[in-house]
């Protein structure tokens, strides 16, 4: 491993990733058992997404001038006392204080996507990014059924046993991760920093600027049904963080499946701006109908069916995104697009967490559905904008040859 960066952050993320997901399916009935209703829940979520949105920059220039693996080894340190912190929770106050300090060391991740950059050639940057996303989805898969089975001795267990898993990965990290030999400058230059300026141009390119919002639409509708789903678990249907935590694994293994293997073959099929539209219109049906589902099986299958819009339309949107983006803008594009998904997970839960305590259990349920519809009308009324640009790089191509 230590010959072998890539697998050496693989395994680095997924561990984080996993006791990350340990926590999903226990922090909203966790905040139910003090009382909290879905604005507070959705407080609570914002706030991490908020620490995470504000202070990436801060960790991103420090990781510039001090290097990667300090920055990753303090987020690890930090990821674990928030862990042991929420194990530990008394009240609402300990949660809150416990999620603004995980948000707080949640650069990890793209610090860790960063390293990929220094470590990789450009021609296997993209292979590089593909193991963080294999990470994220295995993570997701395993941590969420853990977490529901761990809420049987309590929902301080989750906190505890994500601590350890969080000291156990900096251990783990500081004997495999190796920092690699570059100066500051081109660390610099392998980190994206989107400016206003970058910003505007990105929005003003019709290819980029459409990914970029219905990326903010989908993200934003993603929020909603996440900050949620518990609370419409435990009202609808008086299911538990057990049955939250398997329903979440269960939808996490089709997204691996498809994302993992089905993707690539998909795209040579039908291409990435006409899945773009088959993703988003399924995801629109799928949770429209699950939000007035009475029954729990038809419920399951409705959430998978979404799942899989899920993981056929986010690789699209990410391929797009990279495809279109001008070879000297592509570091600052993807910041730019990440961002995006960023602005709309700290406004999403909060939105979601009024909705349900204002306008019903299915409100949420709604407003996602909109915001997916939404994405689906854009996209087809605008996929030509793909479409020619990629007819017009091929055509060249078939001509020559």
Not at 317 to 342: C, D
Request: with cysteine; glycine share 10%; proline share 4%.
């Amino acid at each position: 491993m230590k010959k072998n960066p890539l697998i050496a952050v693989f395994l680095v993320v997924f561990i984080d990733l996993v006791g990350f997901g340990i926590v999903i399916p226990i922090l909203p009935y966790y905040a139910k058992s003090f009382g909290a209703e879905a604005t507070t829940l959705g407080w609570l979520m914002m706030c991490y997404s908020g620490m995470q949105f504000l202070f990436s920059p801060f960790w991103g220039s420090l990781s510039d001038r001090i290097g990667r693996r300090p920055v990753i080894l303090t987020c690890l340190i930090g990821i674990s006392a928030s862990m042991a912190l929420l194990g530990f929770a008394k009240s609402l106050v300990w949660l809150f204080a416990a999620r603004l300090l995980a948000g707080f060391f949640g650069a990890n991740i793209s610090t860790a996507a960063v390293y990929i950059a220094d470590v990789t050639k450009p021609e296997d940057r993209a292979k590089g990014m593909g193991m963080i996303g294999a990470a994220f989805g295995l993570g997701f898969l395993f941590g969420p059924a853990l977490g529901g089975l761990l809420s049987q001795w309590g929902y301080g267990m989750g906190g505890y046993v994500a601590a350890v898993l969080a000291f156990l990965n900096f251990i783990f990290a500081v004997i495999v991760l190796k920092e690699p030999l570059l100066t500051a400058e081109i660390r610099a230059q392998h980190r994206s920093r989107p400016t206003f300026t970058a910003w505007r141009q990105t929005i003003a390119v019709p290819q980029t600027g459409l990914a970029v919002v219905l990326f903010f639409l989908v993200t934003m509708g993603i929020a909603q049904l996440e900050t949620s789903f518990a609370f419409f678990l435990l009202a609808r249907f008086h299911l538990d963080a057990v049955h939250a935590g398997w329903i979440l694994a269960l939808m996490a293994l089709f997204m691996v499946g498809i994302q993992g293997g089905a993707i690539g073959k998909l795209v040579r099929w039908r291409g990435e701006a006409k899945l773009v539209v088959m993703g988003c219109g399924l995801m629109t049906g799928a949770l429209l109908a699950a939000g007035f589902s009475r029954t729990l099986p038809i419920f399951i299958i409705l959430l998978l069916f979404h799942s899989i819009g899920y993981a056929i339309t986010n690789p699209s949107l990410s391929g797009l995104v990279s495809r279109h983006a001008p070879k000297e803008m592509q570091g600052s594009t993807m910041g730019i697009y990440q961002s995006a998904g960023s602005l709309a997970r700290v406004m999403g839960p909060l939105a979601a967490g009024l909705l349900f305590d204002h306008l019903g259990i299915t409100a949420p349920f709604l407003a996602a559905s909109f915001l997916f519809a939404g994405a689906l009308i854009l996209s087809y009324a605008r996929k030509q904008v793909w479409e020619q640009t990629n007819l017009k790089q091929v055509i060249p191509q078939s001509v020559t040859s």
